[in-house]
């Protein structure tokens, strides 16, 4: 496929391409100690299976989708998904909540796997977490696009411009479907909301009206539910430093630690659910709010629903909004047995927290509302 020229900073690597950078990762000594160390198999047999994929989706198949299945093995309960309100002949943009920097991908294509979709998709990911540059170059194999972060003024419009587009083509040219968080980063406190910006963002792209941009690429609101978070104590730690020093920025090593916390830590059950495909709804929205003012913010509303209405609510959330409230008005969701090993999990990750002024009211109050929040938001969008 002629892929133009102005998506080659961003895009994931095309089929040709990967021989060269397979050469590369195999001689990079920093990918093969973290290829090994994940792997156990001698490196040799690592680099054998390398070249023998053609493509980045059976590179996909052959390496992630059974790593992803031993860590969630060995560290969940399981996972389940649901996809059947989705023609899966199309191909859509996923957007959904943000929970883990890996996982929520990863685990993404493995479950469209099994839920027999043709395709994986294509994922967004944020160039703050490119620590190493075999980090880089492996992304962009397992069908990663680079978004550019910390750019200002022009260069970020011109940043935006070309992701956008690259989005379109991705789904109208390359057949692919693409995955995209509903927010920059992940919502440390759980209490998901739609940026408006990246609604804006997708309809730069495209030919025609806002809503024919925005039809075209077939936006599909994604709930990613996990009942535990083991990344839970770092993001509150963060919470209190942002709380303390405005000025606080976070080191290229905290994201990697997040990385392996969210990728070895243990997450209990996880459920993914698609809601349908928001086409007719964006047309009916548009004919409600002509202004763009008014439209994108409608928009963003209406994704939130969806996406609260597809959680699913786990004994965790339940507990967690009883305990803040000093109530119990969910008891009959939870068993005693439930609560204790809630209770025990919290005060565990609590111990975790490591910082000089640390604010343990504080800090309990924020990891109870990282469970709480999924359930009021679904609460508040029940009829």
């Not at 900073?9 to 590369?24: C, D, F, K, N, S």
């Not at 692919?176 to 919502?187: F, L, M, P, S």
């Not at 495909?277 to 439209?295: G, M, R, S, V």
């Not at 565990?348 to 009021?376: G, R, V």
Request: aromatic letters at 10%.
């Amino acid at each position: 496929m002629n892929i133009p020229a102005e998506f080659d900073e961003i895009r994931p690597y095309a089929p040709e391409e990967l021989p060269q950078v397979y050469e590369e990762l195999i001689a990079d000594p920093a990918f093969q100690k973290v290829a090994t160390g994940i792997m156990p198999v001698p490196f040799e047999t690592i680099a054998q299976e390398m070249r023998s994929c053609t493509s980045n989706l059976e590179f996909q198949k052959k390496f992630f989708y059974n790593l992803i299945k031993q860590l969630l093995s060995k560290h969940s309960k399981g996972l389940t998904e649901d996809y059947s309100a989705l023609d899966k002949s199309i191909c859509h943009t996923f957007i959904s909540n943000h929970r883990d920097i890996v996982m929520d991908p990863g685990i993404l294509c493995v479950s469209m796997i099994d839920a027999g979709f043709s395709n994986t998709t294509e994922i967004a990911i944020g160039d703050n977490l490119f620590a190493y540059p075999w980090i880089k170059k492996l992304v962009r194999i397992v069908k990663a696009f680079i978004v550019k972060r910390g750019l200002t003024g022009r260069t970020q419009l011109q940043a935006l411009n070309t992701m956008s587009r690259y989005i379109h083509f991705a789904i109208t040219q390359k057949h692919e479907n693409v995955w995209i968080a509903q927010r920059q980063g992940r919502a440390k406190d759980s209490n998901d909301a739609t940026q408006e910006s990246i609604l804006k963002m997708l309809s730069i792209g495209g030919e025609g009206s806002i809503v024919e941009k925005l039809s075209e690429i077939n936006i599909v609101p994604l709930s990613l539910s996990y009942e535990y978070d083991p990344c839970d104590y770092l993001k509150a730690r963060e919470l209190q430093l942002r709380r303390d020093n405005p000025d606080f920025h976070k080191t290229p090593g905290e994201d990697v630690l997040s990385m392996r916390t969210g990728i070895f830590g243990y997450k209990g059950h996880i459920h993914f659910q698609a809601a349908p495909c928001i086409n007719k709804e964006i047309q009916e929205l548009a004919i409600q709010y002509p202004k763009k003012t008014d439209f994108f913010p409608a928009l963003a509303k209406l994704m939130d629903k969806h996406i609260y209405s597809c959680y699913h609510i786990f004994p965790s959330n339940y507990i967690a909004l009883d305990w803040i409230e000093g109530s119990h008005r969910f008891k009959d969701k939870y068993t005693a047995n439930d609560k204790s090993e809630f209770e025990q999990y919290i005060y565990k990750q609590l111990t975790k927290i490591e910082l000089p002024n640390k604010d343990e009211s504080f800090l309990l109050e924020l990891l109870l509302k990282m469970y709480a929040n999924p359930l009021i938001n679904y609460l508040s969008v029940q009829e």
